[in-house]
């Protein structure tokens, strides 16, 4: 198969898959609303669900990595199908009562577990020598998010919300059949274990202590995701309280994805300027002052500004993580520093959907918000300091090895 060929289907199962995410991400919220539920109801739905959704990636990944006969696109097929099945019968039968909020429970369970094993694909591509890009891969993912909220928003603007099932459903479809396009990985690269090393079999709570600085990072970074995430599942409802549409609702969301693809293709240029510990402190501080500028809006374009922001916040906060475990842990140590950033997305996400979920519930907008203030600038504070103690054990570090 030519590279043109290889990189097109990878670059469509990314496409695929992000059209119903997005969906799900952003109209949920309005969908299960007009149906009854409350925000509480949709916050605990995505906070379980992405919770849930991250143990089952970690054991599918343990799966596929052990099998040699359940291949990463069985696992990403079996995903898929689940999802449709538990969709069915909200959409072609009209189900009510708690048949719902499952049906949503195992959308976001799947949509969150089955993202590591996508990635997975490209990434065995890439290891076996074929000439595909990740990073320009995974950014088509984002595009396609972007794209589908601007056009979804305007599409529930001329029709009812009511339709979200639908398009969920016809979306995740449209990926399952993507999959069949998509060669079978290379033997010997069927996950990322190739690319890893080893662990050594010690507890995570030993990685902990051996390397303190990571306990005030995972702290501070997981209040200012919990942050982040009663904003971005909740934007919809958001916008709405400043007399904003659905279409308004894509347009910020669009915003926001411009400036993440932009920044995460600039990535590299901004490392050989700025240390990942000052991209990672950029990102803390930039955390607040979105959620800051998003609690003094009265009207849309206030919003528009604030998602200006996304820039600096999530792609400085994953990237800079990453590459600095992999430069300051010891080599036996690697996994568990790059599960960091996977702590951080898990335990983020319940805790901001449900907390956005009961703030919205049981007060209003504005208090949410300044609640979303006051969780960031703590969560910005503690994890300044674990960047300051990080800085010193590297100099300390680098001052032992030079006296070797």
């Known amino acids: 198969m030519g590279r043109r060929s290889l990189f097109f289907r990878n670059a469509l199962l990314q496409f695929s898959f992000f059209i119903s995410f997005c969906v799900l991400t952003v109209f949920t919220v309005l969908y299960l609303q007009s149906v009854g539920f409350s925000t509480l109801d949709t916050g605990i739905i995505f906070g379980l669900g992405n919770l849930c959704g991250a143990l089952l990636q ?9 099998s040699k006969v359940i291949s990463l696109r069985m696992v990403i097929f079996g995903h898929a199908l689940l999802a449709l099945v538990f969709m069915i019968p909200v959409v072609f039968f009209q189900a009510t009562g708690f048949i719902i909020p499952v049906a949503f429970f195992v959308f976001v369970l799947i949509s969150q577990a089955i993202q590591g094993p996508i990635n997975s694909v490209s990434v065995a591509f890439e290891q076996a020598g074929y000439p595909i890009s990740f990073s320009v891969i995974r950014g088509i993912g984002s595009a396609s998010y972007g794209l589908t909220s ?19 459903f016809c979306g995740m479809l449209l990926f399952m059949l993507c999959i069949f396009l998509v060669p079978p990985v290379p033997a010997g690269a069927n996950t990322l274990r190739d690319a890893r ?8 709570k030993h990685f902990y202590r051996k390397y303190p600085f990571f306990v005030p990072l995972l702290i501070g970074f997981t ?20 007399g904003g549409s659905s279409g308004q609702v894509g347009v910020a969301v669009s915003c926001a994805i411009v400036m993440e693809t932009t920044s995460l293709m600039l ?14 402190a950029i990102a803390a501080c930039f955390f607040t002052i979105k959620a800051f500028i998003l609690s003094q809006a009265a009207d849309v374009g206030l919003v528009y500004v604030s998602q200006f922001f996304q820039f600096a916040t999530f792609p400085f906060l994953t990237g800079g993580i ?33 907390s956005g979920g009961f703030l919205l519930n049981y007060t209003n907008a504005a208090t949410a918000l300044m609640v979303t203030v006051a969780i960031s600038l703590v969560g910005t504070l503690i994890a300044l300091y674990g960047i300051w103690s990080a800085g010193k054990a590297v100099t ?9």
């Open 58 to 66: 970690l054991v599918t990944g343990q799966l596929a990595d052990a």
């Open 150 to 168: 601007l056009a979804a928003g305007f599409y529930f603007e001329s029709r009812p919300i009511t339709d979200v099932p639908l398009v969920l």
């Open 197 to 204: 090393v080893e662990p050594t079999g010690q507890p995570t």
């Open 223 to 242: 209040l200012l995701f919990a942050g982040y995430m009663i904003i971005n599942n909740f934007l919809a409802l958001l916008v709405e309280n400043v």
């Open 267 to 280: 990535y590299g240029r901004f490392r050989r300027m700025l240390s990942d510990r000052a991209l990672m």
């Open 322 to 354: 990453s590459y600095f475990s992999a430069d300051v842990v010891e080599v036996q140590d690697l996994v568990k520093g790059q599960n960091v950033v996977t702590i951080i997305m898990a335990l983020g996400g319940a805790i901001g959907s449900t």
């Open 396 to 404: 300390k570090k680098n001052t032992a090895e030079k006296a070797l």
